[in-house]
């Protein structure tokens, strides 16, 4: 991996929590939210899943960063105005170097 790879722009964020007037909270894009990480995104093969005894869809990407420290799986990611869920982190060859998302989306719903 070399920094000419890294073609696609991501913004990788946390959800907003948002009173909803009733005493809870939900959560809520960031304001302003821009697509500022360069990144290299790879889209393997969808795949069938059960989800609450219906198929839906799941959609898998493969994005890779330059390292950041403090990226957990609560992170979200917006690429190409999708919002994506976060589902693994891993350090590449635990270098400090490169740091690849494993990131999914429902076809079938709303994250």
């Given at each position: 991996m070399t920094a000419?790879?890294?073609r696609?722009?991501?913004?990788?964020?946390?959800m907003d929590l948002v009173p909803d007037g009733a005493g809870g909270a939900r959560e809520?894009?960031?304001a302003g939210l821009v697509a500022d990480r360069p990144a290299a995104v790879k889209t393997p093969t969808?795949?069938?899943v059960f989800a609450g005894d219906q198929r839906a869809d799941r959609v898998q990407y493969v994005m890779t960063i330059r390292f950041e420290p403090g990226v957990t799986t609560s992170y979200r990611v917006m690429w190409r105005d999708q919002l994506l869920d976060v589902v693994g982190v891993k350090n590449l060859d635990e270098r400090?170097?490169?740091l690849?998302?494993?990131c999914e989306?429902?076809?079938a719903?709303?994250?």
């Open positions: 000419a790879d890294l696609e722009w991501i913004a990788v964020f946390m809520a894009v960031p969808p795949r069938m400090d170097t490169w690849e998302l494993t989306r429902y076809e719903g709303k994250q």
